[in-house]
């Protein structure tokens, strides 16, 4: 054994022996006894100074060395022998991280310390080296201890530290440590309070100052210790009325101007933070914006922006002048819709009931209340309850209702009427001719109208534009077909050219003198010919279908987009990289609206809620439209020369749902940046913020060749703004803010007219054209019917098709083969603004009537019953997510009402009507768009993965079931590159009991019951990594799940069913894998997971202070977490459940 070894050994060893001698006289403690602990604890102290190993063996497990120090430490009176003690905690302490710290916790050191602290400070005089002692070792231990506040407070130590700073204001030496305990005090709301009242607040402003050199740690300390002291409102008002937030930001302007190199950050940093407290009240606002707050801070960021070193500054800059920015509402008369639809009747207490019960001016009050302004309690669990919110678990854990249940909710007598959309059951094909090549003519089950033809665009026929078009009206007939035409506007020009033919189309409906050009001739459209790369849209076609659709504002105008038809772009179209800075840049711009307002035009230029008062026009401003099918834009607002800000419709019979938009721009400059801000979106995050592109139209483009939807725009971003939401808006939370999604484009073409939209538009009129093009591709091979499920609230068709193979023949083995077939329930845009659910819908429908092998074997296998818009209306008048009735359909399926949610009524009666003649459905789905996350992917319905994510003790005979419901998306992972079999999730949630998904599966028992999900941005793995998606890869996506059900023929079939036992157990060691995953916290309805990654810009754009949730932390851009939005997608998961 080496020396140094022995040597390390024998004081180990020797410590040891002490603490026993020290522990035997703590047992029997005796006055002569003094100089023997005085001198054992010097010699203690001694070897730890010297020996640093030993210090493990006082505090390792097992030994008592620290009670035997912390015992000698409470009964000690020596002045001397505590001095030593002192020093031997602070040995210990000094290392060992927090393990230490706890362990003197625990054993009640932090007690000790205070009760010496109080006992010493009644000594007279003051000994400054003991209470110096005793002050660092609480500031190593107070953090650690979590009930450290209200101990100091029950020990009466906080006015013992505060009269200390009060007597040491010069005493450096003595000032550090007793501010530092202040701010651990402080973290304690209820502590704060009382320190404010003792006079901390003054003391804290008597110690900070302007610029210096002196003291800076000094000064950092105390700037930490007031901003801990200014959490609590009460001593953030009382600091607001001493006049104080004037003197902080005169300290904040010395800083910045003086501190040159930089040298100083974190004090700079740490009066924001002070500054930022205090703005957290309404009254701080107020003074902060009267003492030309934001004008400061705006000069001073803008300073510091070319160094990106100062970058924390200008962040919390921006937060507190985002806060403080004077919230105002809407510039609207009213944020209900501004279309009606009258209700055949309105239920007491739903949301339309209570939306027209209020005045007309309750729905866009202001609220002023301070966020989150409560009054701070004495109670010893406060450090327990601040900052914690209780979380509604939203997943179900009775497994009685998680159990499908098939219940017969209306009697078959009622049912039998849906006998109707199903009469191939019964069909006997006798009068048929198979050999022949007409497929079957479904048109006696549901026969369609086929109008006048059109009158060609130049006939000699006058025209005359419909002006005044009440937007409250509801026609009730379709317009006549010879009404349509193409006509112009007159711009006063001599001859026509090109500008004149990008007028918009219009549906007339007179015979006065028509828009001719000055020369007497009228401009002839020139229309691109798409019919060879989309055999399924043809203009005239489209005008003809247009004529039978109804809408609430009687639209009387068509798009350009919907008219010429899209192509899909061959070039790949990636996801935009974002610029570091370009949402301060835009939140920068937005203050300076507040700082310069003689910069600002503020002028409307296209208004629905003024109608009949047009809107004056200069030329130097852009044009705006949106009165056609579809269309979403409210008012347009002129800010600056080339900005604007845009204000979304809200869905008819409602006061918000604001996401989709659909509008028209002309008049533009070519060459010019123009900058454009929705601004009253309500969702807390976007994908926006993650690379996706708003898509633009252009009529120029299209008439040189290529008509289509591209993704345009830069310094794309979404943040929230300062216009506040109602709380009945807001679903009774009061203090929310909407939220801002900016673009900037550049045009390319004069004259040009250009349409932007959320998504790819898809109409209720492209859908009917589209039908009438897919029934003309039947086959003798196709059995094809298109029914009308019903008519909607707005009097529109819900249509309703049913695609199969036809029998072979009509002999009994053909026809028992094809009435025995399967039946797969498709349905899709419920929730009008997921329009890339009707292109997926699309790609279904061309494959399942298209002549490949495999769409006939597909077409032998199932009987397809399909409802391709669910909600025409909502389509048809711009809506985001709900119906005419105000609602949203998605939330209808356990107890729809045959008047108010005719098609959810009526495609559950057909459901049922399946279930109750023994043909419940094989698989059901739902297609929807998701806006928050990428890919494509599936919800569907299992007890036991929903029960493996909750607590619930339950026997393996309840979580039976079988595996069938993951072979579907398992298949589509294999064959589809967009599909994301991560991103699925099988649980079942309270929220979502009313969806389709829960309740087909719940009440029709379908076991296959998903929602499908596809992503409005694009994809982060597989073939399109990095890419938008479009409406090829939409439509692919169709066609694939339709491979995916030709696959899932071979699982479900009893035939082959044994065949494929290796699969099933690959099914069941997925399921196995995802049990590794950890539990779900919190439900998926409150709580979102984004699939992203944090920002590199981190910025908090919070406009409300309640968005805090830890201020000790910096900034992070709490924007950039999803928040609570029990209104979001058609359904969402917060954990992606599967691997």
């Known amino acids: 054994m080496n020396k140094p070894k022995m040597a390390m050994e024998k004081c180990a060893s020797r410590v040891l022996m002490l603490l026993s001698q020290l522990e035997r006289l703590n047992e029997e403690p005796k006055v002569s006894d003094t100089d023997a602990i005085r001198q054992i604890t010097g010699k203690i102290l001694h070897i730890l100074q010297t020996q640093e190993k030993t210090r493990k063996e006082m505090v390792s497990k097992g030994s008592s060395g620290m009670e035997v120090i912390l015992s000698s430490l409470e009964n000690t009176r020596d002045l001397q022998t505590t001095l030593n003690i002192l020093n031997i905690l602070n040995e210990l302490l000094t290392v060992g991280g927090g393990r230490r710290i706890g362990a003197f916790v625990s054993k009640g050191g932090t007690a000790i310390l205070l009760q010496l602290l109080v006992s010493s400070s009644k000594d007279l005089p003051m000994n400054e080296e003991l209470m110096l002692h005793i002050h660092f070792l609480l500031v190593k231990v107070g953090p650690k201890d979590r009930k450290f506040g209200v101990k100091a407070r029950l020990n009466g130590a906080l006015n013992v530290t505060v009269n200390l700073v009060k007597r040491n204001l010069q005493n450096c030496k003595m000032l550090l440590p007793c501010l530092q305990v202040l701010r651990v005090y402080a973290g304690n709301m209820v502590n704060a309070v009382s320190l404010g009242k003792s006079g901390a607040l003054d003391l804290m402003f008597e110690i900070i100052g302007p610029y210096s050199k002196k003291s800076t740690t000094l000064l950092k300390v105390a700037l930490d210790t007031l901003a801990a002291l200014l959490k609590s409102k009460m001593n953030a008002r009382r600091t607001v009325d001493r006049g104080y937030l004037p003197t902080l930001l005169a300290f904040y302007q010395d800083w910045h101007r003086n501190d040159i190199r930089h040298c100083h950050l974190i004090i700079r940093k740490s009066i924001l933070g002070c500054i930022k407290n205090l703005t957290a009240i309404k009254l701080g606002r107020k003074a902060f914006i009267d003492a030309n707050g934001m004008r400061i801070l705006y000069n001073t960021s803008t300073e510091c922006l070319p160094v990106r070193t100062l970058d924390p500054l200008v962040n919390a800059s921006s937060l507190i002048m985002r806060k403080c920015f004077p919230k105002n509402r809407l510039p609207l008369p009213t944020i209900k819709s501004v279309y009606q639809h009258p209700l055949p009747h309105i239920p007491a207490g ?7 019960s209020q005045p007309p001016e309750v729905d866009d009050v202001v609220d002023e209340s301070d966020e989150n302004e409560t009054t701070e309690i004495d109670t010893e669990n406060e450090e327990e309850e601040t900052g914690h919110k209780s979380q509604i678990d939203d997943i179900e854990t009775d497994i009685n209702k998680l159990r499908p249940k098939q219940m017969q909710t209306r009697p078959f007598d009622e049912l039998i009427v849906y006998e109707r959309f199903c009469v191939e059951f019964t069909e006997d094909f006798k009068d048929n001719d198979f050999k022949g090549c007409k497929a079957v003519d479904s048109d006696s089950h549901r026969p369609i109208v086929i109008p006048t033809t059109l009158i060609p665009v130049g006939s000699p026929k006058k025209r005359q534009r419909l002006e005044n078009v009440q937007p409250q009206k509801s026609p009730e007939s379709p317009l006549e077909q010879g009404s349509i035409s193409i006509s112009k506007t007159p711009e006063g020009k ?36 798409t019919a060879a790369v989309l055999p399924l849209h043809d203009p005239d076609l489209y005008l003809e279908m247009i004529t039978c659709t109804r809408s609430v504002p009687a639209y009387t105008e068509v798009a350009y987009p919907d008219y010429f038809g899209h192509v899909a772009l061959h070039l790949r179209e990636p996801i935009v990289e974002r610029v570091y800075g370009v949402q301060r840049t835009k939140i920068f711009q937005d203050i300076e609206r507040l700082i310069h307002p003689i910069d600002i035009l503020d002028k409307v230029v296209y208004d629905l809620d003024n109608q009949s008062s047009p809107v004056v026009e200069n030329g130097e401003s852009l044009k705006f439209n949106s009165k056609f099918e579809s269309g979403n834009l409210r008012k347009a607002i002129q800010v600056r020369k080339f900005e604007y800000d845009l204000i979304l419709n809200s869905d008819i019979n409602s006061n918000h749902y604001h996401q989709w938009f659909y509008f028209e721009v002309g008049n533009m400059r070519p060459g010019v940046r123009y900058r454009f801000n929705i601004i009253n979106c309500e969702k807390s995050n976007s994908q926006f913020n993650y690379g996706m592109q708003v898509l633009m139209y252009s009529v120029q483009e299209a008439i040189r060749g290529s008509p289509h939807w591209a993704r345009t725009g830069s310094d794309i971003c979404y943040y929230k703004n300062h216009f506040s939401r109602s709380s009945i808006a807001a679903g009774g939370q009061k203090g929310k803010s909407y939220f801002t999604m900016t673009f900037t484009v550049t045009f390319q073409h004069k004259d040009d007219v250009c349409y932007f939209a959320y998504h790819y538009p898809y109409t209720f009129s492209t859908l009917k054209m589209h039908l009438r093009k897919l029934r003309a591709l039947r086959t003798a091979q196709i059995y094809y019917r298109e029914d009308e499920l019903c008519q909607t609230l707005g009097g529109n068709s819900c249509p309703l098709l049913t695609i199969t193979a036809m029998p072979e023949s009509s002999s009994n083995d053909h026809i028992s083969q094809f009435r025995s077939r399967p039946v797969v329930f498709l349905s899709a845009r419920v929730h009008p603004g997921e329009t890339n659910a009707s292109w997926v819908m699309k790609g279904t429908l061309e494959f399942l009537m298209s002549r490949s092998s495999e769409a006939q074997s597909l077409r032998e296998s199932y009987i397809f019953k399909i409802i391709p818009m669910l909600n025409p209306d909502g389509v048809i008048n711009g809506n985001h997510r709900c119906s005419l009735s105000g609602e949203d359909l998605n939330r209808q399926w356990q107890n729809p009402n045959a008047e108010l949610h005719p ?48 607590n619930v003790n339950t026997s393996s005979s309840d979580l039976h079931e079988d595996l069938g419901y993951r072979t579907l998306p398992k298949l589509l992972s294999q064959i589809a590159p967009v599909f ?54 939409l439509e692919e996506m169709g066609a694939q799940f339709c491979l995916g059900l030709f696959r899932l023929r071979h699982f479900t079939s009893p035939l082959e069913h044994h065949k494929h036992n290796s699969h099933l157990l690959d099914v069941e060691n997925d399921l196995i894998e995802t049990r590794n995953i950890p539990n779900i916290t919190s439900p998926s309805t409150y709580v979102l997971e984004e699939d992203e990654p944090a920002f590199l810009e981190e910025v908090d754009y919070s406009a409300e202070s309640n968005d805090e949730n830890d201020p000790d932390l910096e900034p992070d851009l709490q924007d950039n977490r999803a928040l609570p939005d029990p209104n979001s997608d058609s359904e969402f998961s917060h954990q992606d459940c599967l691997t």
């Open 350 to 356: 739903g949301p339309v009931a209570l939306l027209y």
């Open 494 to 529: 001599s001859a026509p050219d090109l500008a004149c033919s990008l007028s918009r189309l219009v549906l007339d409906g007179g015979s006065d003198d028509g828009y001719q050009e000055e020369s007497g001739e009228q401009a002839v459209l020139e229309v691109p010919d």
């Open 903 to 950: 098609t959810i009524y009526h495609a559950k009666s057909l459901l049922q009507y399946l279930r109750a003649t023994a043909r419940t459905p094989l698989v059901f789905c739902d297609y929807h768009g998701h806006s928050r996350k990428k890919n494509v992917f599936m919800y569907g319905c299992s007890i036991k993965e929903t029960v493996w994510q909750t």
């Open 980 to 1033: 994301s079999l991560s991103s699925c999730s099988f649980v079942v949630e309270r929220s979502k009991e009313a969806t389709a998904r829960v309740v087909v599966w719940r009440e029709i028992g379908v076991q296959r019951s998903y929602t499908m999900e596809s992503t409005l941005c694009g994809c982060d793995q597989g073939k399109y990594k990095g890419l938008q998606i479009g409406t090829r890869e």
